[in-house]
């Protein structure tokens, strides 16, 4: 987990995950509240429920997922506070 692989269908990966770049948008929500389960990452289906981190603010959160964006082998776009509170805004009920 170290190297961002997840652990074998119970956590998802981080490292080159389709989801950070499809969902981009989706990934302050999926932290902030969570996630039930069912997500699927490159392919592979995960069921366990993902806690939520509702405590973090918005400079919290796009700290996270610029680490997200660039630890291990992701090369992705910088995410602002800006981005986090509008996507966030649009965020399913909660």
């Excluded at 956590?11 to 999926?30: G, K, T, W, Y």
């Excluded at 069912?38 to 366990?48: A, L, P, R």
């Excluded at 400079?59 to 291990?72: C, D």
Aim: contains cysteine; aromatic residues 6%; charged residues 20%.
């Amino acid at each position: 987990m170290e190297d961002g692989s997840g652990l074998v269908l119970l956590i998802p990966p981080l490292n080159q995950a389709d989801f950070l770049q499809l969902r981009r948008a989706d990934v302050p929500c999926v932290i902030r509240y969570g996630s039930p389960g069912g997500m699927t990452i490159n392919g592979e289906t995960y069921t366990e429920p993902m806690p939520s981190f509702r405590n973090l603010n918005e400079t919290e959160l796009s700290n996270l997922i610029n680490y997200i964006n660039t630890a291990w082998d992701n090369h992705l776009k910088e995410t602002s506070p800006g981005d986090v509170s509008k996507a966030l805004e649009a965020c399913p009920d909660q």
